[in-house]
């Protein structure tokens, strides 16, 4: 690498990630943390050889098409990456790669996380005490429902979809199904999950349902009011995938109608923008985009995605290319 390539990364990320952003590449940081703008990113198209975006820059066609344009590689930080449009990268011929494995614990983790609050009312009682309303125990408090020998649907079984099964399988004593037609009956029940021939029948089956599919045109509302309205009375539905899998105001509906017993939702359709119902009802856990978020997940979704850029600059086919 003669002439350091020029790196433009979008977001604060944590500080051995800059670190070596700047030792590797001429790379331009965001001190302030401030969402760019589409200006900014088309002159960073512009005037960069590479951007390093995150989930919150939508990497359009419009950004992609900037003429006249310098990058030719999106290293996306994240394992998601429908907030890029990859046949628009494609037809301008600019490399994409995200950041897959790192993240799996971290996301599975949350998705139990989600799971055992809404089933233990945990949110709730948090708020109770911290509101000052404890009034102390008794044996008719807060009463969840149990979680050892529940059926947990997992809707995709991917690397995130596996984590999860193993962890509610092996950890929680729970029975496990799933619907992902292209992994084989003996990779699910390497996790301890057993295949199901369609969504719906997960659906009707399932005590808790975890979503774990991309965010793709075909699953946009993979979870719409039809859908929704197969589950069980007494069911919850957890999403640690993307926001666009579930159709919101159908949730709401679902949920005001008592068809369903409560969610655990940490992405939305509209982040940061929640549906304002949803942050009323008590059955509901909600949290803010936690997904991968710990320190070490967090510095090693850098590293992969400057692992990428090297790559690709050392005239290197990078690991995680996408398109
Ligand atoms: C990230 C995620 O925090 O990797 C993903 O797809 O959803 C999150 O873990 C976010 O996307 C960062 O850009």
Do not use: C
């Amino acid at each position: 690498m003669a002439v350091r390539p020029r790196v433009v990364v979008t977001r604060r990320v944590p500080a051995a990630v800059e670190d070596r952003a700047t030792a590797l590449f001429d790379a331009t940081l965001n001190p302030t943390d401030t969402p760019f703008t589409m200006g900014q990113l088309q002159n960073a198209m512009r005037t960069a050889d590479a951007l390093l975006p995150t989930v919150t820059d939508k990497i359009t066609a419009e950004v992609l098409g900037t003429t006249p344009r310098r990058a030719k590689i999106v290293a996306n930080f994240g394992v998601g990456f429908n907030n890029i449009d990859v046949a628009a990268a494609k037809q301008n011929g600019i490399v994409v790669t995200n950041t897959p494995d790192v993240l799996t614990d971290e996301t599975a983790d949350t998705a139990i996380a989600l799971l055992l609050m809404v089933a233990r009312r945990l949110g709730e009682g948090e708020r109770e005490l911290r509101a000052g309303k404890w009034t102390g125990w008794r044996p008719t408090h807060h009463l969840g429902t149990k979680v050892t020998g529940k059926t947990l649907g997992v809707i995709g079984l991917g690397r995130i979809g596996r984590a999860v099964a193993k962890r509610a399988s092996a950890g929680f004593g729970m029975r496990v199904v799933y619907y992902d037609p292209p992994v084989s009956a003996a990779d699910g029940k390497a996790v301890g999950a057993e295949p199901r021939d369609s969504l719906e029948a997960v659906l009707r089956e399932s005590d808790f349902v975890s979503l774990h599919a991309p965010a793709l045109p075909e699953t946009r509302h993979l979870m719409n009011a039809e859908r929704l309205a197969l589950m069980q009375r007494h069911a919850f539905l957890i999403n640690t995938a993307r926001g666009d899998l579930v159709d919101e105001a159908a949730l709401v509906r679902a949920l005001q109608a008592k068809t369903i017993a409560g969610a655990g939702l940490d992405v939305f359709e509209k982040e940061p923008v929640v549906t304002p119902e949803l942050l009323a009802m008590e059955n509901v856990v909600l949290l803010p985009h936690l997904g991968s978020a710990s320190t070490e997940t967090r510095v090693a979704m850098g590293m992969r995605a400057l692992d990428n850029l090297e790559a690709f600059f050392s005239e290197k086919p990078p690991r995680d290319r996408v398109a």
